[in-house]
């Protein structure tokens, strides 16, 4: 059963995770959505509600914006970590 409440979009765009206490790091996106990320990462050592920020830019035709988000960790698996962002509600 599908939960997402936004469509997911392949992604191949790097992205940078700032992890407390441990600085930040560079990783690539697989699919990107409006509520979350799947990011391919190796042994960061996270684990599901840590708080991260996260950043990474989006071409949209000519124009590139970077994209800085607050997330929580949803999950982690051997290929990677998906993240859940905070809402976009009141920005």
Avoid: D, W
Wanted: aromatic share 4%.
């Amino acid at each position: 059963m599908e939960r997402r409440q936004h469509s997911r979009h392949s992604a191949h765009t790097t992205c940078y995770i700032q992890i407390p206490g441990s600085g930040g790091r560079v990783c690539r996106a697989r699919n990107l959505s409006a509520n979350g990320a799947f990011v391919e990462t190796e042994n960061l050592g996270l684990r599901k509600g840590t708080l991260v920020e996260i950043a990474f830019a989006v071409t949209e035709g000519q124009v590139t914006r970077i994209h800085r988000r607050t997330a929580v960790v949803a999950h982690v698996t051997q290929g990677g970590t998906g993240l859940r962002m905070e809402s976009l509600a009141g920005r």
